[in-house]
């Protein structure tokens, strides 16, 4: 664990990929089998092995989620260091991450002795065994009080799942190539048919990729849509298929012998969210892996995304919300059919087995229309239909292309617009995280009602590193009171915001939250009186129900 610390410090260093795969692959080329499993597990922010719970090709992995909180942490903390409560919540927020402010607090209170990975493995499958929060401190303290302050800032990482170095599992992946000389690709299409990279790791080694067998039950990554500013852009427009782009969940939905588990794109199981549509793909005959969108449906067309959100995080839905917000599954690619993986197979022989498969399936089973395009001028009008359908845009497929798993290729691009943009002001900012925790980054954003400014949401990405540390010292000289790591500034910044629509929101005192917002510019030129209104908002929140409304 020791060595693990240190060479997450020393990727921690490097921005790019190659670096942070080369470091990795000479990390791993020593290690036993055994530590091979568990520093690729650490890696990827599992602390605990899953175990498959039967022996076949369809069983499920029992995920081993470990629920230690942050109270836990902290109790060990302050009974190791020293330090009082409000003392360790002052330097937590200063630092923003959990992991390194416990190293930096134990500093010279332990007993630095070594932390090998099996080891650790041992501490995180004790605090999985209870359930006891006081024993969990017990053994917190115990680790806390034991080994190197460095060891034990990424062994408190590994815990909350993110490193926060930079590292993506597709590096991980890369690594585990490099280091066993196999093919980058080899190493990818395995953990796709598996889905645990520490297994397929042993088995690269082992030169034994090919005896692993594709398994349902565990979600992959999604292929991704490159952004097409303009259809214009758009090169030789006849070598496209064209689908419209949905304003829903994207999902994918694995079923097998009657069952059926749908994840989300976060890779989080959300079936119990959606019984009628678990309900109706129990009857699909055979094994297959679906990829589509969750959609609220009602008389032919895709509800708001307003509507839609009412049935979100939720484990168990009434049968008055079901009745309400009707959802159904918008199906458009297929990607594992009766034993075979179909990420290779070109894309018009993926669509004839997901028509095969979904022929005769009644709602809310759908099949995504594709749509017939092949100039820049039919392009648009297509794109102008699709819009007043309610949909985003349009999505387009490259003839012969494979199904490419967290990849944006370009073969597939999505068209779309952003639904509005709005000018705000800045109301309240938050520090950020990892490297950027010495500056506020995310910054909570209102707009004018009389003289009063009510926030509609939050946005951290659309400013360059320059212009976040500019924006800092403006606004610590803005600030008029302070919350943890919450600043509130006076109403004075203005900015340009961009956003895929409008929300009904409780948590916010003008009524409404911005979807998907992100910042355009900074606009230096303008006074906040001259920012937008809260009846522009409610002007274009009724104005997106109206264009998913039902046309006679």
């Known amino acids: 664990m020791d060595q693990l610390a240190l060479v997450c410090e ?24 055994d530590d091979l499993l568990r520093a690729v597990r650490f890696l990827c922010g599992r602390p605990v092995a899953a175990l498959p719970t039967t022996g076949t090709m369809f069983g499920r992995s029992e995920s081993k989620t470990l629920s230690v909180g942050y109270s836990a942490l902290r109790e060990a903390l302050l009974v190791v260091s020293g330090w009082d409560a409000e003392t360790v919540g002052l330097c937590h927020r200063e630092v923003g991450d959990g992991g390194e402010t416990i190293a930096l607090l134990i500093g010279g209170k332990t007993k630095d002795l070594p932390l090998t990975l099996a080891a650790a493995e041992e501490i995180y499958l004790s605090l999985f065994r209870t359930r006891k929060t006081a024993e969990k401190v017990a053994i917190l303290t115990e680790s806390f009080s034991t080994y190197r302050p460095l060891a034990i800032k990424y062994f408190v990482k590994i815990i909350g799942g993110n490193l926060r170095i930079g590292l993506q599992e597709k590096m991980v992946e890369e690594a585990v190539a490099a280091a066993t000389g196999l093919k980058h690709q080899a190493v990818r299409e395995a953990n796709n048919r598996l889905g645990d990279l520490a297994q397929v790791a042993l088995a690269a080694r082992r030169d034994e990729l090919h005896a692993i067998e594709a398994r349902l039950f565990h979600p992959m990554d999604f292929m991704l849509a490159k952004p097409l500013d303009s259809l214009d852009d758009l090169k030789d427009p006849g070598e496209w298929i064209v689908e419209d782009k949905y304003d829903g969940i994207r999902s994918q939905a694995h079923i097998a012998d009657g069952q059926v588990h749908i994840y989300s794109r976060g ?3 959300v079936t119990g969210a959606y019984p009628e549509v678990a309900e109706a793909m129990k ?8 990829d589509g969108e969750l959609l609220a449906w009602r008389d032919g067309r ?5 509507m839609l959100q009412q049935r979100l995080a939720r484990k168990k839905v009434s049968p008055d919300l079901i009745a309400a917000i009707p959802v159904a599954f918008m199906a458009y690619d297929i990607l594992y059919r009766d034993g075979m993986l179909l990420l290779d197979t070109p894309i018009e022989e993926r669509r004839a087995l997901l028509e095969a498969a979904l022929t005769d399936q009644p709602l809310p089973m759908l099949l ?18 699709a819009r007043l359908r309610g949909n985003e845009g349009l999505l387009l497929k490259h003839r ?27 109301t309240a900012a938050e520090q950020g995280h990892g490297k950027r925790a010495t500056v506020l980054s995310d910054y909570t954003f209102a707009v004018r009602d009389g003289e009063r400014y009510l926030n509609v949401g939050k946005a951290y990405s659309g400013l360059t590193d320059v212009e976040i540390k500019e924006m800092t010292k403006l606004l610590r000289g803005l600030s008029t009171d302070k919350f943890g790591r919450v600043m509130l500034v006076k109403p004075e910044i203005v900015l340009e915001v961009g956003f895929d629509g409008v929300q009904k929101s409780p948590r916010h005192k003008s009524g409404f939250a911005l979807r998907f917002p992100r910042i355009l510019n900074w606009r230096k030129d303008k006074k906040p009186e001259e920012c937008d209104t809260l009846d522009r908002v409610r002007e274009l929140y009724e104005s997106s129900l109206n264009l998913t409304a039902p046309h006679d």
Do not use: C
């Not at 895709?302 to 307003?306: E, I, V």
């Not at 995504?368 to 239909?385: G, I, K, M, N, W």
């Open 10 to 33: 020393e990727l921690a260093k490097y921005s790019g990929r190659l670096r942070k795969v080369a470091v990795l692959s000479a990390y791993f080329k020593p290690l036993s089998d």
């Open 267 to 269: 890779m989080e199981e």
């Open 283 to 290: 009857n699909l005959p055979g094994s297959t892996i679906l």
């Open 302 to 306: 895709a509800m708001a995304f307003t």
């Open 368 to 385: 995504s229309p594709q749509l017939v395009a092949s100039t820049h001028e039919e392009f648009d009008r297509t794109f102008d239909e």
């Open 400 to 426: 012969g292309s494979a199904y490419e798993p967290g990849r944006r290729s370009g073969t597939w691009l999505k068209v779309k617009r952003a639904y509005g943009t709005l000018d705000v002001v800045i």
